[in-house]
Structure formats: structure tokens, C-alpha cells
């Protein structure tokens, strides 16, 4: 008896740990970002959540060449393009719908933020912050939303 006890055990526990990776891995994939700017793709980096740029609205300067990361406080990282610079990283899964400790980082100004995540339908709220979360601002991103093709 006592042994159909642990089988029943690691089964239950085999479960939920599974589900809890499952629930865990609901914000991989594509995301559009709050005004259809950028479509940006959560992967799995270790046991860690990652993004970067996978679409731009914009992807070239007006003279037709690349966009780049030229707000990058790092002279050296000045050279990458936008597209597939990774934005997001360090996410881990607290509970439920919701991811913290990560970071995010803005092109447009050169900043990293600390960051969380909270899923909603397919609703990423995306809260970027300094310091106190409270202090802080959030963006909507979209999953299975496909960008417009110019």
C-alpha cells in the first residue's frame, strides 16, 4: 500500500510541477508592442524568460540605412541594429500570471529598467521601473497580433 502511496505522490507532484511549467511558459512567442511599433519575441534563456526585436514598423533611418542602438550609454553596442537586439532578461516565473526580477531595456532613450510582467488573456502588461515599482510605467503588449506590412 504504502508504495502505490508514492507512485500516487510523485505523480501529483510530476503534475503540478508540469503545470506550473506550463503556466509558466504562457508568455513565450510573439508580442506587439503598445502602438503596433515593434513585434518582439519572448524566448526561454535557461530557466529564464529573454526578448528581443524581431519586427520594426520602421527598421531604416530616412537615408535607408539600418536602424541602430545609437542611444546605448555603451560606445561599443552603438553598432547594433534594432532588429534582434535582446531587450528583455532575467524573468523568472513568481506565480500565476505574473514574471519579476527581470530587466528591460529602452532603445529610444539608452535606459534599463527594472521590470515585471503580468499576463492577461493575451495581454502582456509590461511595468518598467526605477527603484519602487510604484514609480513606474506600464505597456500593453499583445500576443498573436500580426503587424501590418507597409
Not at 67 to 75: A, Y
Not at 95 to 120: A, F, H, Q, V
Amino acid at each position: 500500500m504504502t508504495k502505490y502511496l508514492f507512485i500516487l505522490a510523485g505523480m501529483a507532484l510530476s503534475l503540478t510541477t508540469e503545470a506550473h511549467s506550463q503556466d509558466a511558459d504562457a508568455i513565450l512567442g510573439e508580442w506587439l508592442t503598445d502602438g503596433g511599433e515593434s513585434l518582439v519575441e519572448i524566448y526561454k534563456c535557461g530557466d529564464r524568460y529573454c526578448a528581443k526585436i524581431v519586427w520594426l514598423k520602421d527598421p531604416q533611418n530616412e537615408d535607408g540605412s539600418d536602424k541602430l542602438d545609437t542611444n546605448n550609454p555603451d560606445p561599443s553596442k552603438r553598432s547594433q541594429r534594432i532588429i534582434g537586439l535582446n531587450i528583455v532578461w532575467e524573468f523568472r516565473h513568481k506565480r500565476g500570471t505574473k514574471w519579476e526580477d527581470g530587466k528591460i531595456y529602452d532603445p529610444e532613450n539608452g535606459k534599463t529598467y527594472s521590470c515585471k510582467m503580468e499576463l492577461e488573456g493575451n495581454k502582456l502588461n509590461v511595468r518598467g521601473y526605477m527603484g519602487v515599482s510604484f514609480f513606474g510605467r506600464t505597456t500593453v503588449w499583445t500576443k498573436g497580433a500580426l503587424p501590418v506590412p507597409k
